[in-house]
């Protein structure tokens, strides 16, 4: 059964420690995406990867990081340099980055900062 | 000038009426466009995707886009309370980056 599975789907984090949100896919897609999503607000693009062991950053990157080892893996480290980490992280990913890029999302990982 | 913008609503349509959501679009994202589903508290689901202009039909979907006006639409025919969510259109320039609007809360009163 392919898809986007990301975990925990509730995580709770003290101020000042660093978290990491998990993301994988088993659906051979090349590229893989953070976003972050506030009360109404759109998705904002944290970073990008279009292929393993490459990434870039997108529209809010400071205080994210990110890895990519595997072509199925795209975990996001949440540090304590993000000042305001509450909000929705949606991973998504799409058969390359070309111009069809259909993106399609995991379930979402809900962070609360306490 | 928003790259993506969209009405944030809530559009209300009674049931089984045609609901009508519209987008328009910068110069940036000009070349592909997406239509998604989210319903509260879940994560986007992709509707409809649209790269030439006129109408692309899917089952009760129906996307609409003018390059030369600068919108895309997103018609839903026989409306069920089941399509209240909020639509988010999404718009590209070309590669990797796929820009959202802030979506349209839709409501469909039985």
């Known amino acids: 059964d392919g898809g986007i599975t990301q975990s925990p789907k509730y995580l709770f984090r003290k101020e000042g420690q660093n978290v990491t949100l998990s993301c994988e896919q088993n659906?051979?897609?090349?590229?893989m995406y953070w976003y972050r999503q506030d009360p109404g607000q759109g998705l904002r693009l944290i970073y990008y990867?279009?292929?393993?062991?490459?990434?870039q950053k997108g529209d809010i990157a400071e205080g994210y990081s990110v890895s990519r080892e595997k072509k199925e893996s795209f975990p996001l480290t949440v540090t304590s340099a993000q000042k305001n980490p509450t909000a929705f992280y949606l991973c998504?990913?799409?058969?390359?980055?070309?111009?069809?890029?259909?993106?399609?999302f995991g379930p979402g990982t809900r962070l609360t900062v306490l | 000038q928003k790259e993506v913008e969209q009405n944030s609503g809530p559009l209300s349509v009674p049931e089984g009426a045609i609901a009508s959501l519209n987008c328009t679009y910068s110069?940036?994202?000009?070349?592909?466009f997406f239509w998604y589903r989210q319903y509260s508290g879940k994560s986007p689901e992709l509707i409809m995707s649209?790269?030439?202009?006129g109408d692309k039909e899917d089952g009760r979907f129906t996307a609409q886009l003018n390059k030369a006006s600068q919108y895309v639409s997103l018609l839903i025919r026989d409306s069920q309370p089941s399509d209240s969510a909020t639509y988010l259109c999404?718009?590209?320039?070309?590669?990797?980056?796929?820009?959202f609007g802030t979506g349209t809360k839709l409501q469909v009163i039985p």
């Open positions: 649209i790269y030439s202009n």
């Open positions: 659906l051979n897609h090349d590229a």
């Open positions: 990867s279009q292929i393993v062991n490459d990434f």
């Open positions: 999404a718009g590209s320039g070309g590669y990797q980056k796929v820009t």
């Open positions: 110069d940036r994202v000009s070349q592909s």
């Open positions: 998504a990913s799409s058969i390359d980055s070309g111009l069809y890029n259909e993106q399609f």
